[in-house]
């Protein structure tokens, strides 16, 4: 029964036979003829509307979407078993009487109804949605639907109707927006650098260095970004859209302003690949210009996230690498003879170890740099092969190698290799490699004397002791350095005294004879002949040479302070040059030829380490006088 009126008039319409079915109007039974017969249909109350005039429901406290097909709401979707509360708005101030009917699967207890429709007058119900699956995810069927009905009426019999399709489906009951999340995969070429401000938002920027190619490929990963409403166990995002903006050179404003859209599904589970190859700074490295990679990620509802962020500097590759600048101490070749156990190396990185990981290594050889692992632990462990801590700028090293193994009864000439690199990949160690020669002394410097040697002695190598033991006549006294004649131990002190002066005499001789001798032979050719052998010419055999100042300078070859040997020259030159024999010039010849022959052989070998021809010529000519005075 419903009634209807217009203005001032109005009508009763009824599904009952009234006339039939109704008592008299006097009647106390059911006298519902007489009762419609008797009442006067009013207007309705002001402010009691139809949908979406002045009347409509609610959800959980909003209005549900409209259809515009249907001009009704549309289907409203709810999570699985989730409890939800209708109620309605209205602009009448008329008291109102609420029904709702609800038609679906289970009654306004959750409870299931095999069919029919449930009843209840409260004013704003509150019901929970579920039809048992076990089979789903949720528990619960995806894609149940009830329709709830609300009637609402005044005490004049004036009504309303309203309703709205629900519907149990998680995928569609989105009420949350899904959200975004980038990182990048680590890399020597990528490094972070701060941060730019955007929309009161903080975004990494990063800087990336190019490979040998020119190129820089770099892989992003967005597979924890997420959906709250998802269900199924993956993070709930579909689709993953990714916007590259300005990759362009530095200066190049050609670039498409809508930037490069690259859209991945689920599939990739969030992972991305991009190439860089445009580098986006100045040919001076103080301007640059930044490429922004986005990302906004869509879930199953079509809703979509904020967009994420990163910003990148492309730079060559190289830049900002300087080459590390070591300044070494005293590390140089020497003709000064050697008599310690260990070699020293010692030194400061002055700068280019821009991130504190630069390294320094000695070794006796350079193959030993590019040994395995094990083998360079072998080698330290017997002290033939050091390496320094991770080093920063203005960081000293000291590096030490154990030398005893190379003496002998004889001058020795030892190769001491050092190179300097930095970081894991061992970069700048082929520029930074260098290697010295380092004299050491015979028997550790302790000369033999002249008498003793004229009576047949020697000194000969000990390996055990790592000392030189002597074998002959005389005695030696390796604690206190003196000698003595057989069966003249008293007399020690004054024969050691003497003995020196003689080898110094001897000394002074051969060189006073090597020089005479030298200049019979450049001259006794005749003009016709020449000296063709530029090697003896550089080591001053084609001159006519200082006698005193060539015995300094064999005396300071020997160790000896150059003070002393300037006074022992003073001394005994003049002495040692006029009892000197004139008619020696095969040997001295001889001589000459072996001295060419040491000469030419250190000269060539320290122009292949890379000294200059003056440099090479002023060692080789120290190195071979040593090594023929020990013939």
């Known amino acids: 029964m419903g009634t209807c009126s217009y203005y001032q008039g109005g009508m009763i319409v009824s599904t009952i036979d009234v006339a039939t079915y109704s008592s008299r109007a006097d009647s106390a039974t059911f006298p519902l003829l007489g009762n419609m017969l008797g009442f006067s249909v009013t207007p309705y109350p002001e402010g009691f509307g139809s949908l979406g005039t002045d009347l409509g429901l609610t959800i959980d406290g909003d209005t549900p979407n409209i259809d515009p097909s249907t001009g009704g709401y549309a289907t409203h979707y709810m999570k699985s078993d989730a409890t939800v509360n209708f109620g309605y708005t209205t602009a009448t101030t008329a008291t109102l009487t609420t029904d709702w009917i609800l038609d679906g699967p289970t009654d306004w207890d959750a409870a299931t109804m095999a069919s029919g429709t449930d009843h209840t007058t409260d004013a704003s119900p509150n019901v929970a949605f579920c039809k048992v699956d076990l089979s789903s995810a949720t528990g619960c069927l995806q894609g149940q639907q009830w329709t709830v009905t609300l009637l609402l009426h005044d005490e004049a019999g004036h009504s309303r109707i309203i309703s709205v399709v629900v519907e149990t489906n998680d995928v569609l009951a989105d009420a949350f927006a899904p959200e975004a999340n980038l990182t990048i995969e680590s890399s020597d070429n990528i490094e972070y650098i701060g941060t730019k401000t955007v929309s009161n938002t903080e975004w990494d920027v990063n800087r990336l260095i190019l490979n040998e190619n020119g190129e820089l490929v770099v892989n992003f990963d967005a597979s924890q970004s997420s959906d709250a409403d998802a269900i199924d166990g993956s993070n709930g995002i579909v689709t993953y859209e990714w916007k590259v903006f300005f990759d362009a050179p530095y200066g190049d404003t050609s670039f498409n302003l809508e930037g490069h859209t690259f859209e991945e599904t689920a599939a990739s589970n969030g992972m991305f690949t991009y190439r860089f190859q445009n580098e986006t700074v100045d040919s001076s490295g103080t301007a640059e210009s930044q490429i922004r990679m986005e990302l906004r990620v869509y879930d199953a509802s079509g809703k979509f996230s904020d967009k994420y962020r990163m910003y990148f500097v492309v730079v060559p590759e190289g830049y900002g690498d300087e080459i590390p600048l070591v300044q070494y101490d005293n590390f140089e070749n020497t003709s000064v003879g050697v008599t310690e156990s260990t070699y020293t190396i010692t030194g400061t990185i002055l700068s280019g170890s821009e991130t504190g990981e630069v390294y320094v290594e000695a070794s006796f050889s350079r193959d030993d740099f590019s040994a395995s692992a094990i083998e360079k632990y072998n080698l330290i462990t017997d002290n033939k092969f050091a390496r320094s801590v991770a080093l920063a700028d203005q960081d000293s090293f000291e590096l030490s190698l154990d030398i005893d193994n190379f003496y002998s009864n004889n001058s020795e000439v030892v190769e001491i290799w050092v190179r300097v690199y930095e970081g894991d990949d061992e970069r700048w160690s082929d520029d930074l490699t260098k290697m010295v020669l380092i004299n050491l002394k015979q028997c550790r410097g302790v000369l033999a004397n002249a008498s003793a040697q004229a009576a047949g002695g020697e000194f000969v190598w ?24 057989p069966g003249n131990d008293a007399n020690s002190g004054e024969s050691s005294d003497d003995s020196s002066l003689m080898l110094i005499l001897a000394i002074v001789g051969s060189l006073i004879l090597l020089g005479g001798v030298t200049l019979l032979f450049l001259r006794g050719g005749g003009s016709s002949d020449k000296v063709d052998n530029l090697s003896a010419a550089a080591a001053g055999y084609g001159q006519s040479q200082d006698m ?84």
Do not use: M
């Open 462 to 485: 000990n390996a055990t002791s790592l000392d030189c033991d002597w074998n002959g006549e005389w005695s030696y006294d390796s604690e206190t350095g003196l000698w003595s004649e």
């Open 548 to 631: 005193t100042e060539q015995y300094v300078q064999q005396l300071i070859a020997q160790g000896y302070p150059e003070e002393t040997a300037r006074q022992y020259a003073a001394q005994y030159v003049g002495q040692a040059a006029a009892s000197q024999p004139q008619a020696a010039a095969q040997p001295a010849a001889a001589g000459n030829d072996l001295y060419t022959q040491y000469y030419n052989q250190y000269f060539q070998q320290f122009v292949a380490q890379g000294y200059d021809e003056a440099t090479a010529s002023q060692y080789a000519q120290q190195y071979a006088a040593q090594a023929q005075q020990q013939q």
